[in-house]
């Protein structure tokens, strides 16, 4: 009946980045927004992905610099670390930030959070808990969740994602890692400095969507700290119990067997589609996610999709970036198109490893007439105070000097990486980089340099020295 129909202005499903920013948005401008979690609010980035796996990284890097402080003439020492304390510390940051993900902080901005699981019975209607929704217009961010491949024994050997990675409170002796992506690179890293052996199999090249010069980079110190790096390596049997994994892997005809007290599965991620009545609402999609244009409608026209979900690059930022951009077709009625080509992502090892654009590679397999120009981070001062000399800055250069993408490794990469992503969205040239005045001294003098190497051939131009010799006869 409609008298038990909730009719909300726009209804959005996922409490997660691109959920939230549409339920808040539209709740700002005094539009009815009923907001649906079946889980916890804030989605996997707050809860299990990117804020405790960056606490777990910092907790890393702090134990690190004792072991390193010798470069700067104190004493290093082997850090004693609790890692039930760890844990302590990544629950702590998540509890600081909950708050503003919070059912209490929503419900107070005038949205109706309800918690349950969302199916559409139509194309019009959604029920949860019994209450069936009748919007104007829906959001599905309902995002993703770990990819578990279908290896042999694996569904029967215990196993860690990142879902469950977060609940350890005892430092594993061994952690086994399959995927060399930039997950699987992290969270070696990091619990490799905080005392666990770590081996990582990855079946092609890690790091691989990546500049492979920029990658090799990250990839040569975590060889120097002690991980065990197996490349184009074919998990094809897991088994054990717990605390007693092996690991069996192929590569070139040949197999070995890995042995270690936990397993972490980090080969990607899957949208979350199940079970939401897609097909009744006349949805279309794939494994890949729900299908959606350029405008992120999908084949229902009531019905928007973003973030993880929606098919594209399965980042919080992405989702974030989707949530505002829907939110113009959404109050507005303008039209939008997504520009994925312009999103940057870090991966957060030490050194970290930025990118926005196309590598060069990319840029020349997609027939772009481009160059590079490229500088390490052994000629910035600021790096040399810092004791950070690793690592270079590359950037992809099209016509007219026109930056078509850029790419970081080394200290603060993901920093640098925002001043280059600004310049990649707004066209920027590298005459724009070389005339900007940047603090001295800082990292990002090293933008700077690079685009200023890229003029340097101008100063030995016959043309150039006689047009000065000319001038100078002026006075």
């Not at 097909?279 to 973030?307: C, Q, W």
């Not at 120009?373 to 250069?397: C, F, H, M």
């Not at 005045?437 to 200023?452: C, D, F, G, N, Q």
Request: hydrophobic share 40%; aromatic share 6%.
């Amino acid at each position: 009946m409609a008298s038990d129909t909730d009719k909300p202005d726009i209804c959005v499903i996922g409490a997660g980045s691109g959920g939230l920013t549409v339920a808040a948005a539209s709740a700002a401008f005094g539009v009815s927004v009923m907001l649906i979690e079946r889980d916890k609010m804030g989605g996997d980035c707050l809860n299990y992905g990117c804020v405790p796996s960056k606490a777990l990284i910092a907790a890393g890097k702090t134990a690190q610099t004792f072991r390193k402080a010798e470069r700067f003439g104190v004493t290093s020492t082997e850090p004693q670390i609790d890692f039930a304390a760890v844990n302590r510390h990544v629950r702590d940051v998540i509890g600081a930030i909950a708050p503003n993900d919070s059912v209490e902080r929503f419900e107070g901005l005038g949205v109706d959070v309800v918690k349950g699981d969302a199916r559409f019975l139509d194309g019009e209607t959604l029920e949860v808990n019994g209450r069936r929704i009748k919007a104007r217009r829906f959001v599905v961010a309902t995002g993703s969740r770990p990819f578990v491949p279908p290896i042999t024994g694996l569904k029967e050997t215990p196993h860690l994602t990142n879902e469950t990675l977060f609940d350890l409170t005892d430092c594993p002796k061994h952690l086994i890692v399959i995927g060399g992506g930039p997950i699987g690179m992290e969270m070696a890293q990091a619990h490799r400095r905080l005392g666990a052996d770590v081996t990582v199999i990855e079946g092609a090249k890690p790091l691989g969507k990546d500049d492979p010069e920029l990658a090799e980079v990250v990839l040569k110190r975590l060889a120097e700290e002690g991980i065990r790096i197996e490349v184009e390596a074919k998990v094809v049997d897991v088994g054990g119990s717990p605390g007693a994994i092996n690991v069996t892997a192929e590569r070139g005809g040949e197999r070995f067997t890995v042995s270690g007290s936990h397993l972490l599965v980090a080969v990607g991620r899957q949208p979350n589609v199940e079970g939401l009545g897609l097909e009744a609402a006349g949805i279309d999609f794939a494994r890949s996610g729900i299908t959606v244009g350029k405008d992120l409608r999908t084949t229902n026209k009531r019905v928007y999709a973003v973030g993880d979900v929606a098919g594209g690059p399965q980042f919080t930022h992405v989702a974030g970036y989707h949530g505002g951009l829907v939110l113009r077709p959404l109050l507005f009625r303008l039209p939008i198109k997504t520009k994925h080509e312009q999103i940057p992502h870090v991966t957060y090892t030490d050194p970290e490893l930025g990118q926005v654009g196309p590598t060069e590679v990319e840029a020349r397999d997609a027939g772009q007439d481009v160059t590079t120009v490229s500088w390490p981070y052994a000629e910035n001062d600021r790096a040399q105070t810092e004791r950070e000399t690793e690592g270079l800055i590359k950037i992809v250069v099209g016509k007219r000097g026109k930056i078509v993408g850029a790419g970081v490794a080394g200290a603060k990469a993901g920093e640098m990486t925002n001043l280059l992503a600004l310049a990649v969205a707004q066209g920027m040239k590298l005459s724009d980089l070389q005339g900007f005045v940047s603090p001295y001294p800082t990292l990002s003098e090293i933008a700077k340099r690079a685009a200023t190497s890229y003029y340097s051939s101008y100063t030995t131009k016959p043309i150039v020295r006689s047009a000065i010799a000319f001038l100078r006869r002026f006075g």
